[in-house]
């Protein structure tokens, strides 16, 4: 009995043990395809990237014109040695491996071999075995010892690490890059515990119920500059959680779209951080002690403050161009080059641009011809060398099969698994090359995939452009841009950053004798009701019927002066200053500014009112600067982009605005008059949508109303535009009350006669009595409400109102 026991025992630890073994993954144990996954679906591009999947991760990486690709896994992210190497199997234009094992926090990377370097047993890292040339003539770039970043990775535990190993080729093609490059981490997704509330507000949002589409005030903001001088006063200063503590103010200001200057994984050699290098994943150097891909988890808390909030988050994104750059220029100095400084003066240098140098982050050593714009941008010259359309060295080939599928799965992810709600696109018009000839643009490309995607649109994802690109041809298409073809039903279209709102307004403001109907070439009656002309009438497409809130009305973005500096400064001074401590590209940035120094501070006040006021009065989604409010300077350095911009004369200078007095600068409690004029004139647009944010062009004379009108409230005629006084009254606006706006940009005052009728209170006044430099009040004098108008006025029907040089009033029927 105690035999027949002991064989029963041991039968059934036998069949225990043999179970469990059958369940167990195999640490590093690898196959070409994961269970779950079919050859055809990696075929046709459906997982690329690190997936969590059955007992381990899938690996795909797309690469046309590789000959071999190895996966690398590390144990330790800073070693130049992995813990194991994988070689990947071919499926069409993809490749697979599958490792059983592993999972959530892997770091890994990938290396490469091509027709310029082809795989020889016998290479060794650090040796050039195999190697032919950097670049050869079909501008194939492979070289195995880079280590590769995953296009697709959701997260990087670092920048890449200059100090121990170039990620450059040519004389650096022997330098090993494994320790140096930055690992890519394996992420599960889908894990982040959403608030209950979060989730209301998603479900909401996809259902259209909450901002409408005419409903967003835009705030632009960078995200270390917001807050990187809040030490002590905030918990995460310079982060995405320092951004989230924040949420009070801009809910106070009435901000309902935070526009975040990039936040992707790039390239850490400028301060605004447009050189992407990673597509998926938030920047590592926004989290607050990153760990483990942890700078996820911080922007996805940033999101849920916000939300929470009423307040919409848009990501500018660049998917033009990549931060792997143009080609190492070098600078060879001529008969004319004396000084250390002369390097960046046009006339004492040559440029030199060796086709064997350049940077191999992750595309130009996965797939140069692939993703990049060659030669002739036709398939001819000399593919060597780089076609640039975004004057940064390098142009996405953004309609190749291979490029629309990185920007589509990019924006869906950010929609799905980060609760993104729009974008606007850095220089948009790339998306829309001609792959076969980028010199070729069309409005039937990947612009319009995006707006007709079916996840953007399940959404109402806001698809925000900027209009043009750089050079090489077809650079400018304001107006152009295409709606889904479902636009009757999706409302699924390009909104577009106007510049010539931009423009007309500044030169309105800033330059004599700019009349109401000078153009460039619209007119201000065109450019304060939202530019029908771009947005609604057919464009040469035979194309559009969008809607005023279409065109993104702006006065002052990232690109360019603050609001204060374009009051301050005739031309801007780029050169070494605070904001360009080493002097760096002193001749970049935009000549044509339209700039004026007004040198009497309450004067200079003044405009800065008056342009505040036609941005928020006029048809379209206004878009403001962040720190306007505050009369933020950049001491006239209008391209605050180079690495040594990051500091604190840059950042939001909270303390300094809000406590110190300095001669010739505006005191603080101007400034504070000035941050409560933008809170009253954004809650007066809010307040008065019926009129400001229309959602339609009332081409049919039934939804809202006004009329042109002289100071003597006539109707207006060709005197009037050519002039620089006009009266605007909105009178069909039942059942809410009547506007009258009269604006006098002349240089002598003006008496506006009200409309017959009522009686008029006076909401607004830019005019400098309200806000003198000796005026103590953190208040605004410029603004009334119901009841208290500014000044105490209220006019009768047909009575008069004068209205100061230079200035504008706003009316409300009381």
């Known amino acids: 009995m105690n035999r027949l026991f002991l064989l029963f025992f041991l039968l059934l630890l036998y069949l225990v043990f043999s179970c469990t073994k059958k369940s167990t993954s195999r640490v590093y144990q690898a196959s070409a395809v994961a269970p779950s996954y079919t050859t055809d679906d990696i075929k046709n591009l459906k997982h690329l990237g690190s997936h969590i999947v059955d007992k381990g991760v899938s690996f795909n990486i797309y690469s046309q014109n590789a000959e071999r690709i190895e996966l690398l896994i590390f144990d330790d992210p800073e070693s130049n040695s992995p813990a194991a190497i994988f070689p990947m199997s071919r499926f069409g234009d993809v490749w697979s491996v599958y490792v059983e094992g592993i999972g959530k926090g892997t770091y890994y990377g990938f290396r490469a071999w091509g027709p310029n370097w082809p795989y020889d047993p016998t290479w060794r890292p650090g040796t050039t075995i195999g190697f032919k040339q950097d670049v050869d003539s079909f501008g194939n770039r492979f070289n195995p010892n880079k280590l590769l970043m995953d296009p697709y990775a959701r997260a990087f535990h670092r920048d890449h690490d200059w100090s121990k190993g170039s990620a450059g080729s040519g004389y650096y093609r022997s330098s090993v890059s494994y320790g140096a490059a930055a690992k890519s981490i394996v992420v599960k997704e889908g894990e982040y515990p959403w608030s209950a509330e979060e989730m209301d507000y998603w479900n909401r949002k996809k259902q259209g119920l909450t901002l409408g589409w005419q409903d967003l005030i835009i705030y632009e903001v960078h995200v270390k500059g917001f807050t990187a001088s809040l030490q002590g006063s905030i918990q995460y200063p310079g982060t995405f959680r320092g951004l989230g503590e924040m949420v009070s103010y801009f809910k106070d200001m009435g901000i309902t779209a935070v526009e975040l200057m990039p936040v992707h994984e790039a390239d850490d050699e400028t301060y605004w951080h447009y050189m992407t290098i990673g597509y998926f994943a938030p ?20 999101v849920e403050q916000l939300h929470k909030n009423g307040i919409e988050v848009i990501l500018d994104v660049v998917y033009n ?16 080059y004396t000084d250390p400084d002369d390097i960046f003066a046009s006339g004492k240098f040559w440029n030199y641009d060796p086709v064997e140098l350049a940077t191999l982050y992750n595309f130009r050593g996965i797939d140069n011809q692939a993703y990049y714009g060659l030669g002739d941008g036709k398939g001819g010259g000399n593919r060597q060398e780089y076609w640039d359309s975004t004057g940064v060295g390098n142009t996405v080939l953004c309609n190749s099969a291979v490029g629309k599928q990185l920007v589509l799965d990019s924006l869906r992810y950010w929609v799905t698994e980060m ?39 399940a959404h109402n994802t806001r698809i925000i452009a900027e209009p043009w690109d750089a050079m090489g041809g077809s650079t400018y298409h304001l107006g152009e841009f295409p709606k889904a073809d479902n636009y009757s039903t999706s409302k699924m279209a390009w909104y577009e950053w106007n510049d010539k709102f931009r423009d007309w307004m500044r030169q309105f403001i800033n330059t004599d004798n700019w009349k109401l109907n000078s153009s460039n070439p619209y007119d201000g009656g065109s450019v304060m009701t939202g530019s029908q002309i771009l947005f609604y009438d057919n464009d040469v497409w035979g194309q559009d019927r969008r809607a005023p809130y279409h065109s993104i009305n702006f006065i002052t973005a990232h690109d360019g002066f603050t609001m204060y500096d374009l009051l301050s400064y005739t031309s801007k001074r780029n050169g070494k200053g605070p904001l360009n401590p080493d002097g760096e590209d002193p001749l970049s940035g935009d000549d044509n500014n339209h700039s004026r120094n007004w040198t009497n501070l309450e004067e200079k006040r003044q405009m800065h009112r008056n342009l505040a006021t036609l941005l928020f009065i006029s048809h379209g989604t206004p878009m403001m600067l962040g720190g306007d409010e505050w009369m933020r300077t950049q001491f006239g350095n209008n391209n605050a982009y180079t690495k040594g911009a990051d500091n604190q004369y840059n950042w939001f200078r909270w303390s300094y605005w809000k406590t110190s007095w300095v001669t010739g600068e505006p005191d603080p409690n101007a400034r504070w008059r000035m941050f409560d004029f933008y809170k009253k004139l954004i809650n007066f647009r809010k307040n008065h949508r019926y009129v400001f944010a229309p959602s339609d062009y009332n081409l049919s004379g039934t939804s809202w109303e006004f009329a042109w009108k002289k100071p003597d409230n006539t109707n207006a005629d060709a005197t009037t535009w050519a002039g620089e006084t006009i009266g605007i ?19 002598v005052d003006v008496a506006f006669t009200l409309p017959f009728g009522l009686n008029w209170e006076v909401r607004l006044d830019t005019q400098s009595f309200y806000d003198q430099d000796s005026n103590t009040s953190q208040k605004t004098g410029n603004f009334g409400e119901a009841g208290s108008p500014v000044g105490g006025t209220v006019v009768t029907g047909g009575g008069n109102y004068t209205v100061k040089a230079r200035s504008i009033v706003v009316f409300e029927e009381q």
Request: charged share 20%; hydrophobic share 35%; glycine share 8%.
């Open 419 to 457: 609760h993104v709600d729009g974008f606007r696109f850095d220089l948009a018009n790339t998306l829309g090359r001609d792959k076969s000839n980028l010199a070729n643009w069309s409005p039937n490309t990947l612009l319009k995939e995006i707006v007709n995607d079916p996840v953007l649109q």
């Open 729 to 747: 009254h909105y009178y069909n606006t039942s059942p809410n009350k009547q506007i009258y706006i009269a604006i006098n940009m002349e240089e």
């Open 283 to 302: 920047e590592v150097r926004y989290a607050f002690h990153p760990k483990l891909g942890s700078q996820i988890a911080d922007f996805k808390w940033m």
């Open 321 to 336: 161009h990549t931060g792997e750059g143009g080609l190492w220029r070098e600078k060879i100095p001529n008969g004319n």
